[in-house]
């Protein structure tokens, strides 16, 4: 399940993944993701993956697709999770998804939504 985050507010948009992610999940993240970059023209985006477990296969091609479509509108990318590997994957995926990616731990939350305002 991907839920918005109320912090949320002009051209910064925030995302918790809960659980499995599938593909009908994108669903709720794009057209939120779109009507900003629609709006702002470039967007800063806060992904909570504390409680990520894994994403479906079906939704592979979604996320390579998001990816693909909003990485040059994606300015900054704030990750926040708990286990090494998730900050492994956030120094892997930021040539993808988002001009510039940082990792900060679930204790630095407030920390990562400052830097996406800096």
Do not use: H
């Not at 993944?17 to 593909?23: N, T």
């Not at 590997?85 to 120094?91: A, G």
């Amino acid at each position: 399940m991907i839920t918005k985050m109320s912090e949320s507010k002009g051209n910064i948009l925030g995302f918790k993944m809960i659980g499995d992610i599938s593909k009908e999940d994108y669903k709720i993240l794009v057209p939120e993701v779109q009507a900003l970059v629609d709006k702002e023209g470039s967007i800063s985006l806060l992904m909570d993956i504390t409680q990520f477990k894994w994403e479906d296969i079906d939704a592979w091609g979604a996320d390579f697709n998001f990816g693909r479509t909003y990485r040059k509108k994606i300015n900054k990318m704030a990750v926040v999770g708990d286990k090494t590997w998730e900050k492994c994957i956030t120094n892997l995926a930021e040539p993808f998804y988002s001009i510039e990616a940082k990792f900060f731990n679930p204790d630095d939350i407030k920390d990562a939504w400052k830097w996406l305002k800096e």
